[in-house]
């Protein structure tokens, strides 16, 4: 089965090393993609296509929010967006942005893992 090719876009470079070494250890589950900002993660949409996304709410460069409408405009690749804000408010924006699941930092490598597994088993294909 092909790995599920992942693109992070979060400008934690702790956190996107930390994921790297996790799916480096998952051989064939997981391939990284990674970006810092959301300017880099642009890029990356248009160069590669990613099984799913995980987005930052808030990078230096603009909201994951707006970058959230923005690929719903054209994609319907499932957004996992990430944020340490819980407010009930917050939340339900994002799921107004089109996120396809809110996850709130900081988050447990398993709690990751089930909610990407979640969002795959849901997408055509994918079985």
Do not use: H, N
Request: some cysteine; charged content about 30%.
């Amino acid at each position: 089965m092909e790995p599920c090719k992942i693109l992070i876009i979060d400008d934690s470079d702790e956190l996107r090393r930390v994921l790297r070494m996790a799916f480096a250890a998952m051989r064939t589950e997981y391939q990284m993609l990674e970006a810092g900002s959301l300017a880099a993660g642009r890029t990356l949409l248009e160069s590669e296509t990613p099984d799913l996304l995980l987005l930052d709410a808030e990078l230096p460069d603009g909201s994951g929010f707006d970058f959230c409408r923005e690929v719903r405009l054209y994609s319907d690749i499932p957004i996992l967006l990430s944020s340490g804000l819980a407010e009930k408010a917050r939340i339900a924006e994002g799921y107004g942005a089109g996120c396809s699941d809110y996850l709130v930092k900081p988050y447990l490598l398993d709690t990751l893992l089930e909610r990407i597994e979640a969002l795959r088993r849901y997408q055509p294909g994918s079985r």
